[in-house]
């Protein structure tokens, strides 16, 4: 059988929050890891989107990417990636496939590197209180690095830069020391296949950790200046210089005798002799104007911008400054993009839009980039040459920053996406003209999501209403929101959506907001509740031409108001599922949502049935489990639910979606003890299993996934099919009817492996149709198929690596 699958973009994963987890090439693309993912994005494209780059399954998170400097301290193509397990690859280019250096001790947190004639030099550092000094790889890969130490110091380091100055390499290294925050530098003769690095002295002045470098040679007279940013908030800019006279330097006194801001700027801070180099360190500048920790430096890499060098800064105060010296040599702020103020809903809060990492893009330097502590990626166009400097912001790349834990689509047409995360939020993704981006989120959480499902169906069917869905967190209520009318005008706006439901028209609330101490979201007729401060020159809503919502805007202008609270779980919610598919053979079917939570016994082991229209539990189903109900599934019909979890038992409910309490006929029809050896994670029904009898696969941990017939009157089942994999089996669904047949279901293993299985007509064999690539890094949480008229198979799936991903398959 002939099969192949494109990737459609969905979020694939946001940016990791450590600060070196996003660098630019001279190629024009962005580069930044998402997890245990590296993905890039072509800067020279009006509508900016990642691309992934493959990775082996169980890849660990990446703490760290670092770009190779040459020679002349200009940047390359090539880079390197060190992951959480101390793993470290190099990549000499997006499409060459990674060369794995000698694994790391421990996590790196910090790097850099430099390519000479002979070798390249990759310079490591790492906060882990069990590793101390900087780890030094040169010529051999498979070789163990070298430790560097200042005599009588253990460093713990913050930040690393290497460059060369004149015939010497110079490798500096920010600290995080408990009674003093020093530069400690290091250099090494240029010329020798393998560098010998010596400690040389250290430069003082921080009063805070040293978190970040960077450094240029852009200057007219042939020096390197080179910058450095603290956790006290100020950037210092030190000069380093060739000089044929020996000077002493501050470094030989007591730097507790000395105040060293007092000294004059030209005064040797550090002098140091390498082979015929006599090099002297001066203090440049000290440059203040943020208002919280600097987290990244950038100096841009294209000097013929600007007659002066050019440093970008990034502060968790939510601001970029842009520097330049002004023609009577002194260092000024020109630009400041960013956020100033403003509320974002949610225990996330304001660091959402705090930026742990700033760079010069574009290949010319007529970009920059920002990635923000909530792992979004700001861009945007620069124009130097106007005064004061010109900034366009294009859309923001976003995504989850935590492991998602669950998704639904849209249950009539697919319209949007939901999925819940750990990051506390529910998000809203749709295909607008420039691909999937996020549109919106609905939900801004104080609670972990673990769980949702999309409900409406609209009152013109006689169901719930249109854009209605239900979440749970680890708490024990369950939430149910309706879209607000600013939902509905973006979604037609920005989408092919065209309203054709009452429910569109006539909408309770224009938008929501989320109240300082609150968890609950309250609709409001957009005149402005909870506003804040005066936002800057973000990449809002009406500030670009794309008309999509701006990271700030997300996290506070697209919320959905929260209508209803359902009680009555003991324990923290676990599983959601409803009979919304069952719209695809009825439009006008009732809908049912069953609910689980946590348990260790039998008394909260029980399924709770919700009418949520009318804000009721319609029943508790109890006697059918005796510990935590891990998976909940409905047929095709929502007349038949099946559910199982950790005491391995398959139970099948039959389900009266009219009646309440006592006159709900609902109903445990069989059970099946030992279904399978292990946990089971996933049910899925089979969408057309023909009349009579359904069809169902379960997915287990014990490496399997089996297929079950179900009797018509619910009361037997039939394992027609074992289906053994490698791999612990986390998720399954069953597509919907299609021109490629019935039978067709996606598996989700837990090293992130996804397949597409297709079962023959009798369901007793089968064939693996499709081994997907550029799947997930980490464990398959959920996988889904989007609702369509049509042939076309669409498949969303997310897992433990932050990503959701989109796949649009043809078998």
Known sequence: MAASASTSLLSIAACNSQPQSLLTLPSSNLVYAGHGSLFHVPLNRGNPSP????????????????????????????????????????????SSPPQPYTPADHTVTCAASLQTMHSTILACGTTDPDGSGVSIYTADPSSPPLTLNPPNTSLIVEALDIFVQSSTIVLVAGCALARSNRIFVFAAPLDPPTPSFTAVGSLSGHQDWVRCFSSTTALANGNVLLAS????????????????????????????????????EDQARLCFTVGDDNIKVTLEALLIGHEESVTSLSFNPSPSLSTQPTLLSSSMDRTLLVWQMTDSGVWMPVARVGSAGGIVGGSVGNSLLGFTCAKWGGGNGDQIVAQGYGGSVHIWSTDMALSPPLFTPLPCITGHFAPTTDLSWEPTRGTYLLTASKDQTVRLWANAEQGWRELGRPQVHGYDMTSLCCVGGGRARGGEVLHRFVSGADEKILRVFDAPGATIKLLTKVTNYQSVDEDDKDRPAERAFLPSLGLSNKGGDGTGEEKGNEEMDDAGTDGNSFGLPSERDLGVETLWPETRKLYGHDTEVLCVASTAQSLMRDPNKKIVVASSCKSRDTKNAGIKLWNIENNVCIKTLEDGHKSSVACLAFSSTGTILASSGKDRRLCLWSIDPEAENENNQSALKMALDSAHKRIVWSLSFCQDSGEGSSILISGSRDMTAKVWRVS????????????????????????????????????????????????????????????????????????????????????????????????SITL
């Open 712 to 807: 018509q009157d619910v009361k037997s089942v039939e394992n027609l099919n074992s289906i053994k994999f490698t791999e612990s089996v986390t998720a399954l669904s069953f597509s919907y009817p299609s021109d490629f047949g019935v039978g067709i279901f996606a598996v989700g293993l837990e090293s992130g492996s996804l397949k597409i299985i297709k079962l023959a007509e009798d369901y007793s064999s089968h064939e693996i149709a499709l081994d997907i690539e550029n799947g997930h890094v980490a464990t398959v949480k959920k996988l889904a198929w989007r609702p369509m008229d049509g042939g076309e198979l669409t498949l969303a799936s997310c897992g433990l690596d932050h990503a959701v991903k989109i796949f």
């Open 229 to 264: 940013g603290s956790h006290d908030h100020k950037i210092r800019l030190w000069n380093f210089q060739s000089s044929k006279e020996k000077v002493d330097s501050v470094e030989a006194v007591d730097e507790d005798e000395v105040d060293v801001d007092a000294l004059l």
């Open 51 to 94: 691309f992934s780059i493959p990775a082996p399954s169980n890849s660990p998170k990446i703490s760290c990417l670092c770009s190779i400097k040459a020679a002349d301290n200009t940047a390359t193509n090539s880079f390197f990636a060190a992951h959480a397990d101390g793993a470290i690859n190099l990549f000499l280019s997006l």
